[in-house]
Every structure is written in structure tokens, then in C-alpha cells.
């Protein structure tokens, strides 16, 4: 999680939640988190809205593991939400679990934040912040996607 300066204290804001995007497959859960660090705290699109709204950032790290290369978790594609390994299984929730994390660590620091987050994502980290908010309309207030791609064919019995 990245908290910019400027951050308002004890005024509630909005968190902001840019899926990661190495950008390569890996089994090394390292090489995801230290390409998320980069993206929550260096340069990213999230970083610099959040930067520029004085927002926190939340970049979660899913790994793309390299042991099954057709489960594309950076784009939650329909592989990665059948998934039953414990890991990895329903992305979507270990998401909204994070989320809530976020937000009692934030109003723990007296950061209070909105219920609803914004998104935003390009290219897989854009399809997965679009299937995102498919799943879980009532929880997105408004997202910003680029570079989208693949349909939004989800293995689901109710939208």
C-alpha cells in the first residue's frame, strides 16, 4: 500500500486498487511483489493518481505462475477464477479481503475510507479490473481502464 504526502488525515477519502501486471510468468512470488512495490511507489498510472488526489494506493501481488501458463491471474481470466489451489483460488475475494485490510490500517491511522474503491488498470491489469467490477458492482465506485482486452465470459450462475 502506498499513502502519498498530503494525505488527508481524519477526512474520509477513497482507496484506489491497481491490480499488478508483471508483464511475465513466475513461480517466484518475489518477482511479483517486487514489480508491485515498483508500481504502488515509483510509477504507475495508480501512483500518480494517487499522488495527485492524495489517495492511497493499494497494489495487490497475484502471481502469474510460470507451473501453469495458460492461468493468466493478472487478467483474471476464467482459468484463474475455476482455480482451487488454496493460493489461488477466487482472486476476486482474496481481493476484497485486502481491501478490507486496507481499510482498517488506514482507519487505524486515521485515514477513513470510503466502502466503495476506484480501480483503475491497463492492458490484463485492465481486463481484470473490468471482470472485477462485473463481479462486484456494489463495491467499485468508478474505475479507469486501458489497453482492455478478451471477453467477459465468466464462470458464473448469477451477474
Given at each position: 500500500?502506498?499513502?502519498?504526502k498530503?494525505?488527508?488525515?481524519?477526512?474520509?477519502?477513497?482507496?484506489?486498487?491497481?491490480?499488478?501486471?508483471?508483464?511475465?510468468?513466475?513461480d517466484?512470488v518475489?518477482v511479483?511483489?517486487?514489480?508491485a512495490?515498483?508500481?504502488?511507489?515509483?510509477?504507475?498510472?495508480?501512483?500518480?493518481?494517487?499522488?495527485?488526489?492524495?489517495?492511497p494506493l493499494?497494489?495487490?501481488?497475484?502471481?502469474?505462475?510460470?507451473?501453469?501458463?495458460?492461468?493468466?491471474?493478472?487478467?483474471?481470466?476464467?482459468?484463474?477464477?475455476?482455480?482451487?489451489?488454496?493460493?489461488?483460488?477466487?482472486?476476486?475475494?482474496?481481493?476484497?479481503?485486502m481491501i478490507?485490510?486496507?481499510?482498517?490500517?488506514?482507519?487505524?491511522?486515521?485515514?477513513?475510507?470510503?466502502?466503495?474503491?476506484?480501480?483503475?488498470g491497463f492492458?490484463a491489469?485492465?481486463?481484470?479490473?473490468?471482470?472485477f467490477?462485473l463481479?462486484?458492482?456494489?463495491?467499485?465506485?468508478?474505475?479507469?481502464?486501458?489497453?482492455?482486452?478478451?471477453?467477459?465470459?465468466?464462470?458464473?450462475?448469477?451477474?
Open positions: 500500500m502506498f499513502i502519498p498530503g494525505t488527508q488525515l481524519n477526512k474520509k477519502t477513497i482507496l484506489l486498487v491497481e491490480p499488478n501486471n508483471t508483464g511475465k510468468i513466475s517466484s518475489e511479483h511483489k517486487k514489480y512495490i515498483d508500481l504502488a511507489s515509483v510509477s504507475s498510472v495508480g501512483n500518480n493518481f494517487s499522488t495527485e488526489l492524495r489517495i493499494l497494489v495487490p501481488i497475484f502471481p502469474r505462475p510460470a507451473s501453469q501458463p495458460l492461468m493468466y491471474t493478472h487478467a483474471l481470466d476464467r482459468d484463474a477464477m475455476l482455480e482451487e489451489a488454496t493460493d489461488l483460488k477466487r482472486l476476486d475475494l482474496q481481493l476484497l479481503g478490507a485490510d486496507a481499510q482498517k490500517v488506514l482507519s487505524t491511522m486515521d485515514i477513513p475510507v470510503d466502502s466503495k474503491i476506484f480501480m483503475n492492458s491489469s485492465g481486463t481484470f479490473t473490468n471482470r467490477s463481479i462486484h458492482p456494489d463495491k467499485v465506485k468508478a474505475l479507469a481502464i486501458g489497453g482492455f482486452n478478451g471477453k467477459l465470459m465468466l464462470p458464473q450462475k448469477r451477474y
